[in-house]
T-cell receptor
Framework: IAGITQAPTSQILAAGRRMTLRCTQDMRHNAMYWYRQDLGLGLRLIHYSNTAGTTGKGEVPDGYSVSRANTDDFPLTLASAVPSQTSVYFC?????????????FGPGTRLTVL | GENVEQHPSTLSVQEGDSAVIKCTYSDSASNYFPWYKQELGKRPQLIIDIRSNVGEKKDQRIAVTLNKTAKHFSLHITETQPEDSAVYFCAARSGGGADGLTFGKGTHLIIQP
């Protein structure tokens, strides 16, 4: 069982380019999340999905979009990358049934926008 | 929305001593408070969590306390060891449909030998 995986591990991207960060979980968790982590700012929620077919905006959604076509996958797309989107991106998932609140994090994607 | 403040930003303690990290939150509807440990270059890992209907929870050397009236919660680590050195994050989850966590900015815990 892999748990939760992310791809790519790292990426250098030119400003203005489109980029999709991939996230896949094999735990059949209902809920999935995207966070960005910046030094001194902790982790901030970008978008979330409580169940397949639904998504919601978090604290810092501007410039990002997500989709949740199925339970396992939750891609994050930057339509036109800007340098301020340089960050480490973490995907997470949680069961959210039966009182299971724990969020499990993926290994992260380090993105640099030049 | 929810706002979580975490203090201190850096904490240095002697090996064997106790460490305490404190967080406050703003949304009285928040009902779940996890603590994560993150080592350099790694993903955050849950170490302990507490729900709003519980005042204290312990797991070996770590404990979390919650004061709902004052809207603050704390992480206590006793008999600190070198492997406890890491960045610790508190978080809160608001009630309702918005399901993600709001994190504090983190505490860098340094265990001095």
């Amino acid at each position: 069982i892999a748990g939760i995986t992310q791809a790519p591990t790292s990426q250098i991207l030119a400003a203005g380019r489109r980029m999709t960060l991939r996230c896949t979980q094999d735990m059949r968790h209902n809920a999935m999340y995207w966070y960005r982590q910046d030094l001194g700012l902790g982790l901030r929620l970008i978008h979330y999905s409580n169940t397949a077919g639904t998504t919601g905006k978090g604290e810092v959604p501007d410039g990002y979009s997500v989709s949740r076509a199925n339970t396992d996958d939750f891609p994050l797309t930057l339509a036109s990358a800007v340098p301020s989107q340089t960050s480490v991106y973490f995907c997470a998932s949680s069961a959210r049934t039966g009182g299971a609140d724990t969020q499990y994090f993926g290994p992260g994607t380090r993105l640099t926008v030049l | 929305g929810e706002n979580v403040e975490q203090h201190p930003s850096t904490l240095s303690v002697q090996e064997g001593d106790s460490a305490v990290i404190k967080c406050t939150y703003s949304d009285s509807a928040s009902n779940y408070f996890p603590w994560y440990k993150q080592e350099l270059g790694k993903r955050p890992q849950l170490i302990i969590d507490i729900r709003s209907n519980v005042g204290e929870k312990k797991d070996q050397r770590i404990a979390v306390t919650l004061n709902k009236t004052a809207k603050h919660f704390s992480l206590h680590i006793t008999e600190t060891q070198p492997e406890d050195s890491a960045v610790y994050f508190c978080a809160a989850r608001s009630g309702g449909g918005a399901d993600g966590l709001t994190f504090g900015k983190g505490t860098h815990l340094i265990i001095q030998p």
